[in-house]
């Protein structure tokens, strides 16, 4: 076989060769190098899509013989971010051995629980359902993917016959069926009846292709996919425009963010009605002409045809009726206008259940969307969590690229909506989800932290995501909410955080931040009010300049963010809580400070009648008042550490010592002793608790609130 093609046009060619070398003789590394490539490319395959597998001789550990074992990825991976222990090892002459008690098609799942005696790796990844369909074959690499254009082709009316005139007999075909044993044994079948091929498409699912090593498998498989591909492209706009051309015309993009950052928070509302949801949201051009499209009421419904799509998207999305300028209404009528459209959704979804669902069918899972579709904005998402929303919209952008494809060259297909049923609710589908870990204490909410560059703020915000929680990270510094991004990102990933660059004296960025939440997220759940500014001077040396600061940054400054906050809550339905990080000085008269104290008491004032006024809206208002908190810090650099020395009459190097010998407990105080007293406040314990101060000081009795 011939594997010297590098360019592509319409996949990703990223194979290193000097990488490659450095792994040689380690076909395992290989193949984990070789899947990375392919998950990469979300043209190729999707997050949690597809699997790949190596067969390599090793010493049987009890025989001490020469055994086959395979290497294949396990149930759950994902093929672009998959080290070893994401992988399966089994024996191979086991898994054939299974062939002789295999009863049929009514005994599947029977089989699934028969890999576990397969295993050659005990420490190994549990095997998915795909595996007999890797080890029936005979190939030393095998990459099973599920590229648009192959599904394009797949899911084609006339699938089959494309296949067969565009590669020659070169490729092999076999009609959908539900992945497992017996479709193992229907892909050994396909290549007896035709050796030879290079592989084999699956109807409505995907491809299989391989090779005899792992750069020849890699380069095979992108070779077919491209073929597809340059198939598709060269008869793009032939049956006419694509999607039958544009019935509408999106606003530009800054309105349509404005419109969706407008509406997040109602749909998250309406969608929540189960479970707490977060949102995505994306006007990709790819989005926008399928949703502006004239074909566009003709194929939503259909819903997907791989199965791995609608597994994460459901069986059809909800499209919204609703006139683009309605989104900037009053949030009370829009959500009257939508509240039939979701409950027509939940309705059409149970009786999809009742008639598919069989006597051993798990119970109907929650009945909302996961994909919201409104033309001439866009694609919203809701899911348990961010990553999940993210993912739903990338499967439902490759459906998109499917029914483009297919319908460029034939029309589109969808699974028979039982055939999809019994994939959603398969029962080891089920097995897989029961075994999922139980959420964080924060999973489902959306905090926006102030001041979280650095100091208080963000060890507050690396608490909350550490929860579960996603939070919208903003400063005033740009450097610090750079380098937080930055260490945000390598520590959780891309999907926990979002950022905003925020002067909290300023309307207009306060508005612009609580926007990006809401797109990035859905909304706003919890509101903590930290950034600070400290100037300590005797009173004859105070401005006018300085009060007005100190009053601005911290009175005025917590009024706009939680007045903008409570306006997001307040459509959500869902409560939510305020924190504010207010001072043991709210409380305490010392030296030098009256600007400072008089606004820090300010601001617990505010604390309560915020509390006294919101309860009604299930809205949570608790103070806490930290003392001394120099670790990380801004307002310790400069004239306010100096100033606090002067005032008690020591060095600034001696003031952390100070502090911690004033206190009760004799603790010095930390950033993340403040983030777990705003965790205990919000970690669903204190969910009855409101207009609260809650001391964190390390013991200062004159701040003792009774």
């Known amino acids: 076989m011939s594997v010297s093609t590098k360019s592509f046009e319409h996949v990703s060619y990223l194979w290193d060769e000097s990488k490659a070398a450095a792994l040689a003789g380690d076909e395992v590394a290989l193949l984990v190098y070789r899947s990375n490539l392919l998950g990469a490319d ?20 009890i025989t001490g013989s020469d055994t086959e074992v395979m290497w294949v990825k396990g149930s759950g991976g994902d093929l672009g971010t998959m080290n070893k222990n994401g992988l ?14 295999y009863q049929g098609l009514a005994h599947e799942d029977e089989m699934v629980e028969l890999f576990e005696h397969c295993i050659y790796d005990l420490s190994s ?22 590229p648009d254009a192959a599904i394009a082709i797949a899911a084609a009316k006339d699938g089959k016959k494309i296949t067969q005139e565009l590669f020659q007999g070169t490729i092999g075909w076999v009609e959908w069926q ?49 073929k597809c591909a340059a198939h598709i492209s060269k008869n793009q706009g032939k049956r006419g425009p694509v999607f039958g051309g544009a019935k509408l015309n999106s606003t530009d993009k800054p309105q349509r963010l404005r419109y969706a950052a407008a509406l997040a928070p109602l749909l998250r509302s309406l969608c929540s009605s189960q479970v707490r949801m977060i949102g995505n949201f994306t006007d990709d051009n790819s989005v926008l002409e399928f949703i502006n499209s004239k074909d566009f009421q003709r194929l939503v419904p259909m819903g997907t045809s791989c199965p791995d799509h609608f597994l994460r998207t459901k069986i059809s999305p909800l499209v919204l009726d609703l006139d683009i300028k309605e989104a900037l209404g009053e949030p009370k009528a829009i959500l009257e206008k939508l509240k039939p459209q979701f409950e027509a959704y939940r309705k059409a979804y149970a009786n999809y259940y009742e008639q598919c669902k069989h006597p051993n069918s798990p119970a109907m899972r929650d009945t909302n969307p996961v994909v919201i579709l409104f033309p001439g904005i866009g694609m919203f998402t809701f899911a348990k969590d961010k990553q999940t929303a993210r993912v ?38 089920e097995a ?35 929860e579960g929680a996603c939070v919208l990270i903003n400063d005033n510094d740009a450097d610090r909410l750079r380098n937080a991004d930055e260490e945000f990102k390598s520590q959780f990933g891309r999907d926990a955080h979002a950022v905003a660059l925020v002067d909290v004296m300023k309307s207009d960025q306060i508005l612009e931040a609580m926007k990006v939440s809401c797109i990035a997220f859905g909304g706003v759940d919890i509101i903590v009010n930290c950034a600070g500014i400290s100037i300590s001077k005797p009173l004859e040396e105070h401005t006018e300049q300085d009060w ?21 809550m307040r459509k959500q339905h869902m409560g939510g809580d305020v924190i504010n990080i207010v001072s043991k000085n709210a409380l305490v008269s010392g030296p030098n400070n009256a600007a400072y104290g008089s606004a820090k008491a300010a601001q617990l004032h505010l604390s309560r009648l915020n509390a006294a006024e919101l309860g009604s809206d299930k809205i949570r208002v608790n103070a806490i008042n930290p003392d001394a908190v120099i670790s990380g810090s801004k307002i310790w650099e400069g004239a306010w550490a100096e100033g606090r020395a002067k005032a008690y009459g020591v060095k600034v190097s001696e003031l952390p010592a100070f502090y911690a010998k004033r206190t009760l407990l004799n603790e010095v105080i930390l950033p993340e002793d403040i983030a777990n007293a705003c965790f205990a406040l919000v970690g669903g314990l ?21």
């Not at 399966?88 to 008690?101: C, M």
């Not at 009175?555 to 409570?566: A, P």
Request: charged fraction near 20%; proline fraction near 4%; include cysteine.
């Open 88 to 101: 399966a090892a089994l024996y191979v002459d086991r898994l054939n051995g299974l062939k002789k008690i």
């Open 42 to 61: 979300l043209r190729i395959t999707n997050y949690g899509g597809g699997n790949t597998s190596c067969k390599v001789m090793a010493k049987d550990q």
């Open 432 to 466: 897989k989800l029961q075994r999922m870990p139980k959420p964080k204490s924060l999973t489902g909410k959306i905090a926006f932290i102030t001041g979280s560059g650095g100091g208080i703020g963000k060890a507050i915000a690396r608490k909350f995501i550490e």
């Open 548 to 568: 007005d600061l100190l009053y601005d940054i911290l009175v005025k400054g917590q009024f706009l963010i939680t007045q903008s906050g409570v306006e997001v």
């Open 686 to 706: 204190l969910n009855k608790s409101t207009g609260n101060v809650l001391n964190v000081d390390g013991g200062v009795a004159s701040a003792f609130v009774r």
């Open 125 to 146: 990844k549990t095997p998915s359902i795909d595996t007999p369909l890797h080890a029936f074959l005979p190939f030393k690499h095998i990459d099973h993917l599920h």
């Open 178 to 226: 539900r992945p497992g044993f017996d479709l193992g044994l229907k892909l050994k079948k396909c290549l007896d009846e035709n050796p030879g091929i290079r592989g084999i498409i699956l109807g409505s699912h995907g491809l299989f292709t391989w090779g005899n090593t792992s750069y020849e498998s890699y380069v095979n498989t992108l070779e077919v996919i491209e």
């Open 392 to 429: 739903a919209a990338e499967f439902y952008l490759n459906a998109i690229n499917v029914m483009r494809g297919a319908e460029a060259i034939s029309s589109y297909t969808a699974l028979p909506r039982q055939e999809a049923f019994n994939i959603e609710y398969w029962l080891l589908e």
